[in-house]
């Protein structure tokens, strides 16, 4: 085997990657927010009284769940033209970030609403506490809570499965390595070390998300 | 614009059938890395646990998509003449393998600690203790999980397109080049991702409802 490995090749090009990791990271946060937004609205909807506000949720959870993000970047790039929506690729990128974590946000954030039985809410209204008190500390924080580890790996793996927003082309790291690799022909070289920053992305954001958790939600349940 | 005809739908059915046949050899060739990295996950050895975690931890912290090209271009380098579909299945089977190990060692410790006990106070050896009490029931329990990791498999072979690897997604991608009708045809394409997928999430998502169930 007479393959020399040359790194270097691809560590001349660390600028490129260090703006493509922040590209990743913008492309991530945004389509987090998004999505939040979406799973927030999608839940008040969802458990609507009225049949044909629940069932466009429902209908849009399953297909978003059921087809490939690829698939659903690509028909979203196709579609907004069409619809007279001009934007560029990393805007769309957000776009189907956020409208595919948003169906699996929705699907979490409802579990965790459900979580909170009523005799609790009974409870704290017996005790005296106001509407405000009642909702932060006995609706609001027990159902962060209960939805925070599904949410946050859910988050995490949103911010992996940006790197398939290459396909059209956003800004983020994965299209970055593209660049470089058809420059220096390095490939393996190029996706290694791309996809060992990713492993350092996605592990800073577990701890992060950890630490939050520890600090914020450290109370006894029982 | 071109029409959408019997040829088209031709192709792209012919891309249905790499498909499947991706997710059918990820998901068997994975199931049986995937229940060795879940032995290895829940044995005594420290070592040997502690590198089947970092196996687990390396390929659910990187991107599907780079665990692809990184598997495409390192079979090349190891100087192995192999055609693209054999590297692709490859990776699939590597990445299914550290979800299924994860999936199957949470089942392993979810089996009551009294069923080890017993079958060891049986006399049982490792092997019979295992094949014949825990991982049945393990079995059972991560059936929600599994099907739920086969629907992730199945969207996630769409990402073979991009190595360029004409699946179900890269024949439409040609075929809405060839036509310039992108709506119609990745409308066709989520269709059939959506008939194959839809039916599995929902018995996944019933066998865990019954469960939840049984154990109240």
């Not at chain 2, 991982?135 to 329990?141: C, D, S, Y």
Request: charged share 10%.
């Amino acid at each position: 085997m007479g393959y020399r490995f040359d790194f270097g090749a691809v560590f001349d090009r660390a600028p490129e990657l260090f703006w493509g990791s922040l590209g990743t990271l913008g492309l991530a946060f945004a389509g987090m927010l998004l999505a939040l937004v979406i799973g927030i609205l999608g839940v008040a909807a969802r458990t609507s009284k009225i049949a044909w506000v629940r069932a466009p949720v429902i209908a849009f959870v399953e297909v978003v769940r059921n087809t490939p993000f690829l698939v659903q970047i690509f028909f979203i790039y196709f579609a907004l033209p069409l619809m007279g929506i001009r934007l560029n690729p990393t805007v769309t990128a957000i776009i189907a970030l956020g409208i595919n974590g948003g169906a699996y946000a929705i699907e979490i954030i409802r579990g965790g609403v459900e979580s909170i039985s009523k005799g609790q809410i009974e409870a704290g209204f017996a005790l005296g506490l106001h509407k405000a008190d009642v909702f932060r500390l006995i609706v609001l924080k027990p159902a962060l809570r209960a939805i925070y580890p599904s949410l946050t790996s859910q988050f995490v793996m949103l911010t992996l499965t940006t790197s398939v927003c290459t396909s059209i082309a956003a800004y983020e790291l994965t299209s970055a390595a593209q660049r470089i690799e058809s420059d220096t022909f390095r490939s393996f070289e190029v996706y290694f070390t791309v996809t060992a920053i990713y492993l350092v992305i996605s592990s800073l954001m577990m701890g992060i998300f950890a630490l939050i958790s520890r600090s914020y939600f450290n109370y006894p349940t029982r | 614009m071109g029409p959408i005809g019997e040829n088209e739908l031709f192709f792209i059915l012919q891309g249905l059938k790499w498909t499947v046949l991706l997710a059918i050899i990820g998901f068997i060739g994975g199931g049986v890395f995937g229940i060795l990295i879940a032995l290895v996950r829940t044995s005594k050895h420290q070592f040997a646990r502690l590198a089947a975690s970092g196996y687990i931890a390396l390929f659910q912290g990187t991107p599907l998509l780079m665990q692809l090209f990184v598997v495409y271009y390192g079979v090349a380098l190891l100087g192995i003449d192999v055609n693209a579909w054999v590297a692709v299945a490859i990776a699939f089977t590597l990445h299914a393998s550290a979800f299924l190990g994860e999936i199957w060692r949470g089942s392993i410790e979810a089996v009551p600690k009294g069923q080890t006990e017993a079958a060891n106070a049986l006399g049982l050896h490792y092997v019979s203790r295992m094949k014949d009490v825990v991982l049945p029931q393990a079995l059972k329990i991560s059936m929600p999980a599994t099907i739920g990791f086969l629907v992730q498999l199945i969207k996630g072979t769409s990402l073979a397109a991009i190595v360029g690897f004409i699946e179900l997604t890269r024949a439409g991608q040609i075929i809405s080049n060839q036509t310039y009708r992108p709506l119609l045809v990745f409308g066709i394409v989520g269709i059939i991702y959506f008939v194959i997928c839809w039916p599995l999430s929902h018995v996944g998502s019933g066998l865990e409802k019954r469960m939840a169930k049984a154990a109240r």
